[in-house]
């Protein structure tokens, strides 16, 4: 408090790491730890956006532990403060984030660590970030729409890594449901997705059985590429078979000729699932991000396969994938169909004027169990205009050759 503010200005800049560790290590009681926030407000507010910078660059999360953990010391308000550093990209952001975790700061309720490990209460959100590598795209060089459900799914196992309170993610959180999910713009081989999770809720009605209920966002840059609401359970949870999200429709015939059944041989590096604890030693199981994949295939099949896509780029349209909607993976059903050696995607299809929807199943053929279901909503696009257009006629003809539309 007696230092000149030029002097602070500098060391917040290029001594932060040292000084947060020390503020780590003073105890909470210490009196001058407690900082009037209004003035550090004030001071904040008047550094310049070049000491800002580098004050965020120096380490943020460093910055915002000591913030946080030197008055509260509360496992949860270091996370918090974590995350308001992880939110903050530009100046403005920097200083807003800043004077959140000074403000937290001057809290004195000391908090359980027991209640930040339980992964339940109000919630809980992080930030994490992943380059996309070329096995990450699909043939026109953009993020396959079922990986982002990568991204999303290893960003949620970094949150439960927090909320748990350990270093290595949460693995065994698993994607079983997305309630919606809606894709703006495509990342790019090389481009840094920034994905953040906000999770309301770690506990489930059905017992012990953990549930992440998660809203996700995708971004590259300020452009928003892809938002989800995720369901995702912590396999550790589990002793038994879990209930479906919802109750499991009936399966889609597979001698209506308005419904495409693609036969999926179930190869040992198909299933890429983690398998459920009930299931023997090195089981292979199906994972909701494949049955994902396999609606693919039965999508790109319907319009013709490879030279179905080769006519439309021709004609200068292409299919996007828009949305998906109220897709289930029932993990129980996988898990007793883990041995299948062949599983099926049925696929049935309505076109609505700009819109064609796909209802779309993976279904073990042997006993007539779905495994996994949803409505997947792809749009035309013009590559010129970049604008929609409706299906065009080559696409038509080529899905009535395959499906009754």
């Given at each position: ?14 001594q932060?790491?040292?000084l ?7 105890p ?13 407000d ?10 800002l ?12 532990v ?11 308000a ?13 100046g ?21 660590e ?44 970094m949150?439960?890594g927090?909320?748990a ?41 059905a ?15 300020e ?59 090195g ?7 494949d049955?994902l994949?396999f ?12 030279a ?27 898990a ?7 599983l ?23 006993h ?5 279901w ?18 065009p ?9 395959v499906?009754?539309?």
């Open positions: 408090g007696d230092l000149p503010g030029a002097q602070v200005t500098h060391i917040l800049a290029d932060l790491p040292t947060a560790m020390a503020a780590l290590a003073i909470v009681e210490a009196p001058h730890v407690v900082f009037g926030t209004a003035s550090v004030k001071l904040l507010g008047s550094l310049p956006s070049r000491s910078a580098s004050f965020a660059k120096a380490s943020p999360a460093h910055a915002t000591a913030f946080a953990a030197a008055a509260c010391a509360g496992t949860a270091t996370l918090a403060a974590q995350n308001v550093a992880r939110r903050s990209s530009r403005q952001a920097r200083r807003q984030g800043l004077r959140v975790c000074i403000a937290l700061s001057a809290v004195q309720e000391r908090v359980n027991n209640e930040v490990g339980t992964m339940s209460g109000t919630g809980v959100e992080s930030m994490a970030e992943f380059q996309v590598f070329i096995e990450d795209t699909d043939c026109f060089i953009v993020v396959f729409y079922a990986n982002y459900f990568r991204y999303f799914q290893r960003a949620a196992a949150l439960g927090e909320v309170g350990i270093q290595p993610p949460l693995r065994s959180l698993s994607l079983v449901g997305v309630k919606s999910a809606k894709y703006a713009a495509p990342a790019r081989l090389g481009d840094i997705v920034r994905v953040s999770t906000a999770s309301a809720s770690g506990e489930s009605d017992g012990d059985t953990k549930l992440w209920h998660c809203t996700q966002q995708a971004c590259v840059g452009q928003e590429c892809a938002s989800a609401e995720t369901v995702y359970i912590d396999l550790s949870s589990l002793s038994g078979p879990p209930e479906a999200l919802a109750p499991p429709p009936a399966p889609l015939g597979a001698s209506d000729p308005s419904v495409l059944v693609l036969p999926i041989a179930a190869h040992v590096d198909e299933l890429t699932g983690a398998p459920p604890a009930w299931l023997p030693p089981s292979q199981c199906l994972g909701a991000i049955a994949r609606f693919e295939r039965a999508r790109t099949t319907s319009i013709g396969g490879a179905g896509l080769e006519v439309l780029r021709a004609s200068g349209v292409i299919v996007v994938v828009a949305r998906i909607e109220n897709f289930v993976f029932d993990i129980g059903a996988a007793s169909s883990s041995t299948a050696p062949e099926e995607s049925r696929t049935k299809v309505v076109v609505k004027g700009r819109r064609v929807v796909f209802e779309q199943q993976v279904v073990d053929p042997l007539e169990r779905v495994l996994a949803g409505s997947v909503t792809c749009v035309c696009v013009d590559v010129a205009s970049q604008r929609l257009v409706s299906a006629p080559e696409l038509m003809a080529k899905m009535s050759q499906v009754r539309i």
